[in-house]
Structures are given as C-alpha cells and as structure tokens.
C-alpha cells in the first residue's frame, strides 16, 4: 500500500503556523545581577554560586557595561593559581574582575527578535547577552536557560497541529514509505 493510499483515511492537514516575531525583552531575565570591574575575582565567584549563575555583567564606575565575566573565565583564573602560575595561592582570588573578564561584550536590545540572539548567541558560542537600553545600560540578560525555557513554551502553545513521534516511528526502523510530499503532512515541505 502506498503511503498516498494510507494517508487517504487521514484528515487533511494545514500547514503549520510559524511562529510570529518575539522580542528578547520577553524573555530576558531582569533585574539583573552585575559586578564592578574592581570588585575581587574571588568575590565573583561567591556571588556567582550564591545566585546560581553563570555570567556577571562588569560595570564601570559610571555603570556602563564594559566586560562580562563567566565561570570560565573565573574557573581559569582558579586552576592556574592552583597549578602554580601565580606566586600566592590566593593571588587569583584578589585580583580584580577587570583583569580576567571578556572584554567586547555583544550586546542586543530589549527590541531584537529572539531569532536574531539565538543566532548571535549560536554563531558566536557565546551562553549569554547582556540586554542593554539606547543609553547603554543593562537591563536584562539572555542566557541559554532563558532560550530553552522560550522554546519549550513556544512549542506548547504556538506549534499548530503537531504529529505525535509514535504516529511515525515503526519499532526504530526508519521507512522512507511513511509519507510522502505533497500528502497532506504538515511537516513535509
């Protein structure tokens, strides 16, 4: 039987409803939690296990936004003191954030279409987006987490018609003769 004949019995499908534009600011978590550029390395990483998190936009004294520090960054500064690359053991710890945060932070706005982060984020492997104003000033973050949090939801209520993955799967073995283009399934192009 073919796969035309077999979907005849099926109801006719439309196709599905992409998704509308969302903008970062709903998505975004805020406020947000920063550190200054003099504050110690140490410092950071309390404050970063305390909260749960795992970057820290660095402010200048004026708070603008002019690094951001990750747990990589801070684990860096860590392990080389630990393996010896600093002449005190608690050297990593007191030096400042400035001197090991990421400099040339990407930024987006409260404005830019989720797509656009999620592309920024992807193309430049980075796990978070400071949120910055027209002033420059930070008033969110898009991290990973927030990402998978928005997915999940936008497929639970925006994906149209979604095929369950049992109705296709035959006992893990892939059949081409499931179904065709042009036979009404909503997921075929």
């Known amino acids: 039987m073919s796969a035309r004949a077999r979907s005849a019995g099926r109801p006719a499908h439309e196709p599905p409803a992409w998704i509308a534009s969302v903008p970062v600011r709903d998505w975004m978590q805020q406020p947000v939690l920063t550190i200054d550029a003099g504050a110690r390395v140490d410092d950071a990483v309390r404050l970063m296990r305390e909260r749960g998190v795992r970057h ?7 708070e603008r936004l002019v690094g951001i520090a990750t747990d990589r960054d801070l684990r860096q500064v860590l392990f ?17 954030v400035r001197e090991v945060m990421t400099w040339g932070v990407v930024t987006v706005t409260p404005a830019t279409e989720l797509r656009e982060a999620v592309a920024v984020m992807r193309e430049r492997r980075l796990g978070a987006l400071p949120v910055v104003d027209a002033a420059g000033r930070v008033v969110g973050i898009l991290t990973e987490r927030d990402l998978l949090r928005a997915l999940q939801t936008l497929l639970r209520e925006r994906v149209v018609h979604p095929r369950p993955a049992a109705a296709t799967a035959t006992a893990g073995v892939y059949d081409p003769g499931i179904a065709t283009v042009g036979d009404g399934d909503p997921w075929q192009n």
Do not use: H, T, Y
């Open 56 to 62: 820290l936009p660095v402010l200048d004294a004026d």
């Open 80 to 96: 080389d003191v630990a393996l010896g690359g600093a002449d005190d053991a608690g050297e990593g710890g007191a030096r400042p």
